[in-house]
């Protein structure tokens, strides 16, 4: 059993910068993939970033490129969000994610929006302008 344990949400004006953190415990050491995804109101959910957690490869949504970071330290098994430059459209719930070791990238997971085996709670991102 995984948990994973979002904190660093908050409110924050446009242009600005937050960083979430993602705690997890637990059985750990069969994770493959650590990955952030995000809700808003209305809207389906979407993948914003994943990484590898034996190599640190990274894929980042197209939305996110060049604005957010995603990275790790398994030292200490935590995954972290850097969002810089955030606009009101990154408003919504961030929810960490883990997957377990399977045929598929990571990246192929983040993008077909399924396959997590472990989910926190959530953490609330609210950009104003």
């Known amino acids: 059993q995984v948990q994973l344990v979002e904190s660093g949400g908050g409110s924050v004006q446009a242009g600005g910068s937050l960083r979430l953190s993602c705690a997890a415990s637990?059985?750990?050491?069969?994770?493959?993939?650590m990955a952030w995804f995000r809700q808003a109101p209305g809207k389906e959910r979407e993948g914003v970033a994943t990484?590898?957690?034996?190599?640190?490869?990274?894929f980042h949504a197209t939305s996110v490129k060049g604005r957010f970071t995603i990275s790790q330290d398994n030292s200490k098994h935590t995954l972290y969000l850097q969002m810089n430059s955030l606009k009101p459209e990154d408003t919504g719930m961030y929810y960490c994610?883990?997957?377990?070791?399977?045929?598929?990238?990571?990246?192929?997971?983040?993008?077909?929006?399924?396959?997590?085996?472990?989910w926190g709670k959530g953490a609330l991102v609210t950009v104003s302008s």
């Open positions: 990484i590898n957690r034996d190599t640190g490869a990274e």
């Open positions: 637990g059985t750990t050491f069969n994770i493959a993939c």
């Open positions: 994610a883990a997957r377990r070791a399977s045929g598929r990238s990571c990246g192929a997971s983040l993008i077909s929006g399924d396959g997590m085996d472990y």
